[in-house]
């Protein structure tokens, strides 16, 4: 019997795991193998800088890719518009952050990496779960469960069905890129997606993606390329391609921190920015405040965690408020046109940069 099990060692779960203090027995169950990395921008935002500071942690050199970049472009397809704003991500390998997190991990909580849990039952006031691992099929028992296993999570899907959360599907190609000229764009074009789409420079990668409504998402992904095409880059082959579920929660309401023993953290609970998909920094920041309520060890876990996710929620709320600036083309397009906070970009007086070449494929 264990006191807790945590489904997902994400950034959520993984910070849950660090952090869970005392003398419990904590199972932590993850389905990312070496071959399933997450799909993910890898982008680190200032807020998740700063959760990483408070936790005083470092991030090792490795974590990071090349280029650091400091500014984001964003291409308008709607309105025709191309501006510059400036960015204070820190660019890097997702799996190495995830990684690196799962590092710091205490000896005592027992990791099954590469294990999908696939059922979960309460039974009587305790909760049965069953999780494949090397091959084989383990049934196990616990006090509490976390789920902390994001936007297509089983425990949301057992226990909080009737709260429902809205999904899209997010596809990324990765392509051979041998130039000098690496850059990060946001783009926005409504044929294509109500949400938005991006490239990202990463080592030798350029990376499209795009989180698109489920129907259609394929196509609409393929409109993507075509559209990046005519606008001048060069796409080959793709080295390959991933895709994932992602919350995109116009809503806050269907947020969910979960109750009686079942609890939720980081995108499974639907805490994820709906305006600009950054979600790292909430996931480890609900799993802080999770944590805390849970080495209090009191009775009232769901509704002190409820009450102290509130400023989670109230950032939530801010940008859905935000959403229409981004997402509704009029009222994008006034912004952009404004040059508010824009930067103006100052060129080199040479035709070339000395090693630029093309896309390779
Ligand atoms: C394409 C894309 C790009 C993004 N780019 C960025 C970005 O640049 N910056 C940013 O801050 N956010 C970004 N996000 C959002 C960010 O990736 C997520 O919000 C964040 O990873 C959520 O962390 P989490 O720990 O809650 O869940 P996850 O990171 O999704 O982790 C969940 C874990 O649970 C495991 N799991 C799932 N189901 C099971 C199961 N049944 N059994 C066992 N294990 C299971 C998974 O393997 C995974 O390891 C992006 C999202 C997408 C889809």
């Known amino acids: 019997?264990?006191?807790?099990?945590?489904?997902?060692?994400?950034?959520?779960?993984?910070?849950?795991?660090?952090?869970?203090?005392?003398?419990?027995?904590?199972?932590?169950?993850?389905?990312?193998?070496?071959?399933?990395?997450?799909?993910?921008?890898?982008?680190?935002?200032?807020?998740?800088?700063?959760?990483?500071?408070?936790?005083?942690?470092?991030?090792?050199?490795?974590?990071?890719?090349?280029?650091?970049?400091?500014?984001?472009?964003?291409?308008?397809?709607?309105?025709?518009?191309?501006?510059?704003?400036?960015?204070?991500?820190?660019?890097?390998?997702?799996?190495?952050?995830?990684?690196?997190?799962?590092?710091?991990?205490?000896?005592?909580?027992?990791?099954?990496?590469?294990?999908?849990?696939?059922?979960?039952?309460?039974?009587?006031?305790?909760?049965?779960?069953?999780?494949?691992?090397?091959?084989?099929?383990?049934?196990?028992?616990?006090?509490?469960?976390?789920?902390?296993?994001?936007?297509?999570?089983?425990?949301?899907?057992?226990?909080?069905?009737?709260?429902?959360?809205?999904?899209?599907?997010?596809?990324?190609?990765?392509?051979?890129d041998r130039t000098n000229s690496p850059f990060y764009s946001c783009i926005f074009d409504k044929s294509i997606t109500d949400s938005y789409c991006w490239t990202i420079s990463k080592d030798n990668y350029f990376i499209i993606g795009g989180a698109f409504p489920v129907k259609d998402s394929g196509a609409r992904f393929e409109a993507l390329k075509e559209k990046i095409r005519n606008s001048g880059i060069a796409l080959k082959k793709p080295v390959k391609r991933e895709g994932c579920l992602v919350v995109f929660n116009k809503n806050i309401g269907s947020v969910c921190t979960g109750r009686a023993g079942v609890y939720l953290a980081g995108e499974a609970a639907g805490m994820i920015s709906p305006s600009s998909l950054e979600g790292i920094s909430y996931s480890m920041d609900s799993a802080k405040i999770l944590a805390g309520v849970l080495n209090e060890n009191h009775g009232k876990i769901g509704r002190t965690y409820f009450i102290r996710t509130l400023g989670i929620r109230m950032k939530l709320f801010l940008k859905v408020l935000k959403m229409p600036f981004m997402y509704n083309g009029f009222l994008r397009k006034l912004v952009m046109k404004s040059g508010l906070q824009a930067i103006k970009k100052v060129r080199s007086g040479r035709l070339l940069p000395r090693n630029a070449g093309g896309f390779a494929g």
Request: net charge positive.
């Open 1 to 176: 019997m264990y006191d807790i099990a945590i489904i997902g060692l994400g950034p959520a779960g993984a910070t849950l795991a660090r952090l869970l203090g005392g003398n419990r027995k904590i199972i932590a169950i993850d389905s990312k193998g070496s071959k399933i990395n997450k799909c993910c921008g890898g982008l680190l935002s200032p807020d998740a800088q700063k959760i990483l500071a408070q936790f005083d942690l470092c991030l090792p050199k490795d974590v990071l890719v090349d280029p650091q970049i400091f500014s984001v472009k964003t291409m308008d397809f709607d309105n025709n518009l191309e501006r510059f704003y400036q960015r204070y991500y820190m660019n890097m390998d997702r799996a190495r952050f995830d990684n690196f997190l799962i590092s710091l991990i205490p000896g005592e909580v027992e990791i099954c990496a590469g294990s999908v849990c696939g059922k979960i039952e309460k039974e009587n006031n305790i909760y049965r779960f069953m999780f494949k691992t090397n091959g084989t099929e383990r049934i196990e028992r616990a006090k509490i469960i976390i789920g902390a296993d994001g936007a297509n999570s089983i425990v949301r899907k057992t226990f909080y069905r009737k709260n429902k959360i809205n999904t899209y599907i997010s596809i990324q190609e990765w392509y051979d």
